[in-house]
């Protein structure tokens, strides 16, 4: 147990192509953000667990008796190679008063958070008294990565606080990152609290919330990509809410319903992504603005794509229209249906350009903020080195 607590985080990411045909063994092009989410675990008194998680509204707390005695009933059914089944999850769903068809972002949150955390002390070492609060600067459910920063913040701080991987920093250091085979290891429970929120997850998010940078990802095979060029990416939100796990079954009924249709949309989908590496890996770090029409190409074709597998919305037609009318190109990410829209800017897109899109994409009712990519993966923060906007946020939640 670490005494003093701990912080982690975990960012937020953006598919640059390849959503959904990644679940069905192509390849995606994801890059983590520069939004996070954190985790702050303090040790507690009283043979509790106290969990708030502000994102979702959720404040709980169990007594650590009654965890265990769940725990040694269900023991048995932890299998961390597969995913959770149906019988594991409605036990935690009876312990937690949880409807048998709740898919609330509350009751998926608090259900995610009870398998890892029993899952993971069966395994490693028992739950210890703690309070545990976290907090995002992720929009929920919007299709930023938010469920997959959650679940490799929950994963990295259950894991240390069990004594399954180490304590990275050093004296005087603010930040410290895991070894490989440290993030192998909370990349895996991420991907099973994914399973809980996400029902088939690719496992794309939370590879990228847990190594960060740009990464390429086929079948849980990650590689990093080592050469990309500073991109300028706007990122819109129509907040037009929508579930990942909803989507990915539609999704997955369709190419049942039409598999000879479907399967070379797919194929299509997994060219551009292949495409799109080989331009960027081509791109010099600043690139000129001559590799752009190419980019746009594809961003433009894969909306279409993502459109006939069913995941488009009119919200997200509308933001593509909008940004086209000042020359720009965008498409969905994530499991699309609402939530978030990336637009492509030119290194020698200007701010007056790209301040008139922002207003008209305001004036729908959108939200759009431009961010950093290839933000570093899962991090142990010293307590001392987040800001004080962020701790103040943590303690009022
Ligand atoms: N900060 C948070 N605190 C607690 N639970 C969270 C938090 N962020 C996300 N979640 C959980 O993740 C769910 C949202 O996951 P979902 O996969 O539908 O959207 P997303 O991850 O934001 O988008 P995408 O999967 O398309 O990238 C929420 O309903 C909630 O259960
Ligand atoms: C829609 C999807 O491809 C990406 C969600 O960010 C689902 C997944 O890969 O698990
Ligand atoms: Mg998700």
């Known amino acids: 147990m670490a005494e003093r607590g701990l912080v982690v985080s975990a960012p937020g990411k953006v598919i640059l192509h390849g959503e959904h045909a990644v679940v069905h063994g192509k390849a995606a092009l994801a890059v983590a953000l ?8 303090r040790p507690g008194g009283e043979e509790r667990l106290r969990v708030r998680l502000p994102g979702v509204g959720v404040l709980r707390s169990w007594d650590l008796p009654g965890l265990r005695a769940l725990r040694g009933r269900l023991e048995a059914d932890f299998d961390e190679s597969k995913p959770p089944s149906a019988e594991l999850l409605e036990a935690l769903k009876e312990f937690a008063g949880i409807p048998a068809e709740a898919s609330a972002p509350d009751s998926l949150a608090i259900l995610a958070f009870l398998y890892m955390c029993l899952a993971i002390s069966a395994k490693y070492g028992d739950v210890p008294s703690a309070d545990i609060v976290v907090w995002s600067e992720l929009p929920t459910g919007a299709g930023l990565g938010s469920s997959a920063a959650y ?16 304590c990275p920093l050093k004296d005087g250091e603010t930040t410290a990152r895991w070894t490989e085979e440290e993030m192998t290891l909370i990349n ?33 095979k990650i590689k990093s990509l080592k050469r990309v060029p500073t991109l300028r990416i706007l990122l819109t939100n129509t907040k037009v809410p929508r579930s990942t ?52 190409e594809l ?11 069913g995941v488009g919305h009119p919200s997200l037609d509308r933001l593509c229209r909008v940004t086209a009318s000042h020359g720009l190109h965008s498409k969905l990410t994530g499991a699309g249906g609402g939530g978030c829209g990336i637009t492509l800017l030119r290194p020698d897109t200007t701010l007056l350009a790209v301040e008139a899109a922002k207003r008209d994409l305001c004036a729908c009712g959108f939200e759009c903020w431009e961010t950093d990519i290839g933000a570093p993966g899962v991090t142990l923060h010293s307590s001392s080195s987040l800001n004080a906007q962020v701790l103040h946020a943590l303690s009022e939640s």
Request: charged share 15%; aromatic share 8%.
């Open 245 to 296: 796990k909803v989507l990915v079954v539609g999704v997955k009924e369709k190419i049942l319903k039409f598999p000879a249709i479907m399967n070379p949309v797919l194929d299509s989908i997994d060219a551009i992504s292949q495409e799109c590496q080989s331009v960027l890996e081509a791109m010099p770090a600043n690139p000129s603005p001559e590799y752009y029409p190419v980019l746009e």
């Open 188 to 220: 895996s429970w991420a991907f099973q609290g994914e399973r809980v929120i996400h029902g088939n997850p690719s496992g794309v998010d939370n590879a990228v919330a847990t190594w960060g940078g740009a990464l390429r990802y086929q079948s849980g």
């Open 299 to 309: 961003f433009d074709i894969n909306q279409h794509h993502l459109n006939v597998i």
């Open 151 to 166: 679940a490799v913040c929950l994963a990295a701080a259950l894991l240390r606080t069990c004594g399954a991987i180490s």
């Open 34 to 41: 520069g939004l996070r989410t954190f985790l702050c675990l």
